[in-house]
Every structure is written in C-alpha cells, then in structure tokens.
C-alpha cells in the first residue's frame, strides 16, 4: 500500500554558547518528526529528552500512525521520564513538539502534538503559521490581555512553562490534525531557534532555501550568530508526494512554492 504522504526531510543541533550540554534531542524519520528539548540538572534534562525520542523511535518505518499511537507513546515517555526523577537524578522533564504522518481513507495528514513551548510551524503558500500553542506563562499573559507578544520576547518569565513530560507536570498535550498539501513545509523546533531568530527571519529562510537540510543548518547557524543562549534544534519537513484522493499521489520535487490544491477543512482533535 502505499503511503498517502511523502517527505523530504533536514535537521540540526547545536549546544549553544552557553550550555555544556545539549539536551535536546530529536527524531526525523518517516512518521515521526519530533524535538524534545529537555531540563534538569546533573544530565537529566539529557536523559529525560533522549526517554521520549526512544518511544517514538519504534514507529519508524511504518508509513503512518494513529492518535492512539502516539497516546500510548507519551504515556509510556512520561513512565520513563518519572522513574528517572526518582532514581537519583533530580526533576527531569523535557518538553515535546512536532507532526507525526498520519492518513485518513488513504490520504496523507499531519497529527501535530506539543507539552511545552518548543514549537510546531507550517509554511504553506508563502505564509508561516505556529501551529502549537506554547504552553507558558508569558502565553497565558498574552492570551489575558495583560502582555503583548513583543513585550513576551523579553518578559523576565519566558522561560517558566506551564505543562512538560515530568519535572511534576501532569498536563495532557495537545493535539491537531489536519490535512497535507503539496508543498507544505513543516518546521519543528526548541525555544532555542524562537528565542534568538525573529518569525519574519524564519520565514525568509524556509521559503528561500529550497533543501530542507540547508534551511535547518542556515536556522541553527543564524541562532547561534544571534547568541545562543540556549540548545538549539531544527526540523524542516517537506510534503513531496501528497495523495489527492484514495491511491492517487500528487508530486514534486524541492519547489516548495508551486501552487497547491484549495485546502480542505482541518479536522481537529483533543
């Protein structure tokens, strides 16, 4: 059978300038597309990240997963990542974001999950859209009205976030789904990127910088130019082969500007 949607894919790390480790850690392999940017000390952050990206690495091969699939990976992530916390090594906790290739009656989607404020992007007919919600204070600020999402960029509470996979978090993550088209362009990254790189930046990139991989080394490079502060990791997803109904596949190569089919309405799941 074959799969309802095909990627190209590229990706990036970076420790920083300021970090003696990099405890982000991703996966970038057909069905599963995701960043996991840890913390805690004494390596746990490390460990914790690397707990969640092991889950996942299960799924790899298969050509699509369900929603029950990645429910019962994160339960099994949040399993690990508590007996780390109580085997010695302090709060680990780590956020999560990405996509993961799914398929309703043959036909390609996009499940994007996140905990967390690492984030999920799409860039489809030249505009970028964030499509996870970060789970933060300066979010929840933004959404009450009392913060502006220029005054969050500099806000001393940035970096306290509201949910994670351990670190004493029980909140759910979220999910979205909703349909793939030709050309669509996925990027998946750790606060890393966001915190150093403005959107206007990232946009430019990914829609100048046709290989996915060389747009995800031009992000990490210009957050590392810009600072950083911080763990840097990038994902760039391009949608190459799209099923336009049951078996049939639209295709491309790298132009990831040509025209695409009117979109159709998104399903969303929680």
Do not use: K
């Amino acid at each position: 059978m074959r799969p309802g949607l095909v990627v190209s894919t590229g990706s990036a790390t970076h420790p920083g300038l300021r970090r003696a480790l990099n405890e982000d850690a991703h996966l970038a392999g057909a069905p599963v597309f995701i960043v996991a940017d840890g913390m805690g000390g004494h390596e746990a952050g490390e460990r914790a990240s690397a707990t969640v990206i092991a889950e996942f690495a299960r799924f790899i091969g298969r050509s699509a997963l369900e929603l029950d699939d990645v429910r019962f990976a994160l339960s099994r992530a949040r399993e690990g990542v508590e007996e780390l916390s109580t085997s010695g090594n302090g709060r680990a906790g780590t956020t999560l974001s990405g996509v993961v290739i799914a398929s309703v009656d043959g036909m390609g989607y996009w499940l994007a999950l996140n905990i967390g404020d690492s984030r999920t992007y799409r860039l489809a007919d030249g505009e970028l859209e964030q499509v996870s919600v970060d789970h933060s204070v300066v979010q929840e600020l933004i959404e009450s009205g009392e913060l502006t999402p220029e005054d969050a960029l500099t806000d001393r509470r940035r970096n306290i976030i509201t949910r994670a996979i351990g670190a004493s978090s029980t909140g759910d993550a979220d999910y979205w789904m909703f349909p793939a088209e030709l050309g669509d362009r996925i990027l998946v990254c750790s606060d890393g990127l966001t915190s150093e790189v403005s959107d206007d930046r990232i946009r430019e990139v990914l829609h100048t910088t046709s290989d996915p991989q060389a747009a995800a080394d031009v992000l990490v490079a210009d957050a590392v130019s810009a600072g950083g502060r911080d763990n840097i990791t990038v994902i760039v997803v391009d949608a190459v082969s799209v099923a336009s109904r049951p078996g049939t596949l639209l295709e491309t190569d790298t132009d990831i500007d040509m025209d695409t089919r009117p979109r159709e309405a998104a399903g969303g799941v929680h």
